[in-house]
């Protein structure tokens, strides 16, 4: 079985700062990990995906995800936050190694930057 | 290329009456999805199909709810009567391949956004 958890609802920052969003997972072998972000009536857009290779995957727009298996994280990362950055951010698991070949969605976190 | 189409934007309808939303995938993509979005539940995959085949259709809610696949360019939802807690955003999305590397990658379309009185 595969699932994501997204611990938190909502992040604040304000702009400038550096921001995270965390994400969790599960997966029963190796995991393919993305995220995407949704803007105001919009879809869903990829940002970045870890296969495999380097922990650190560099995405759209700035951002960065480390992936770190000891903690099974995958948290999204900025350095400095921009106002444009307030949207809703989803991590996506899927697991390598078979069973579902679907990624399986976290329920998202709003991140709000303030200026 | 113009990416995931949907239509229409925006359907507001009474109860009882049919609903059909139309997606036309990105050209080549051989993967769509049919997801749901509402506040209380997120995001939920609804059916996917694979070379116009449906794969899973475990997360469709009950029997109201339908999904074709006519050709590699259209595939519709329907539901049949609709119902007010049927009211949500409907993504449709595409991708290329499931087999890692760059043919992960979804692609959502607009969304159609979905009022049932």
């Known amino acids: 079985a595969q699932s994501v958890a997204q611990p938190e609802d909502q992040v604040n920052v304000a702009e400038g700062n550096p921001l995270t969003v965390k994400c969790t997972y599960s997966?029963?072998?190796?995991?393919?990990l993305f995220w995407y972000v949704q803007y105001p009536n919009r879809g869903l857009q990829f940002l970045l995906k870890?296969?495999?290779?380097?922990?650190l995957v560099k995405g759209s727009y700035g951002f960065e995800a480390e992936f770190n298996k000891s903690q099974t994280s995958f948290h999204l990362k900025k350095p400095s936050a921009l106002v444009s950055d307030s949207a809703l951010y989803f991590c996506?698991?899927?697991?390598?190694?078979?069973?579902?070949?679907?990624?399986?969605f976290g329920r998202g976190t709003s991140l709000i930057v303030h200026p | 290329d113009a990416g995931v189409i949907q239509s229409p934007r925006h359907e507001v309808t009474e109860m009882g009456q049919e609903v059909t939303l139309r997606c036309k995938p990105i050209?080549?993509?051989?993967?769509l999805f049919w997801y749901r979005q509402t506040m209380m539940r997120g995001l939920e995959l609804l059916i996917y199909?694979?070379?116009?085949?449906?794969?899973?259709d475990s997360g469709m809610p009950e029997d109201r709810f339908s999904a074709k696949m006519p050709n590699a360019s259209f595939s519709t939802l329907k539901i049949q009567p609709s119902e007010p807690r049927d009211s949500a955003v409907y993504f449709c999305?595409?991708?290329?391949?499931?087999?890692?590397?760059?043919?992960?990658?979804?692609?959502f379309g607009p969304g159609t956004r979905l009022l049932v009185l």
């Open positions: 999305a595409s991708s290329f391949g499931l087999a890692g590397g760059s043919q992960e990658t979804q692609y």
């Open positions: 199909f694979n070379n116009n085949v449906p794969i899973d």
């Open positions: 050209s080549g993509h051989d993967y």
């Open positions: 996506a698991v899927r697991d390598a190694s078979g069973g579902s070949y679907i990624p399986t």
């Open positions: 997966v029963s072998g190796n995991p393919y």
């Open positions: 870890y296969i495999t290779g380097d922990n």
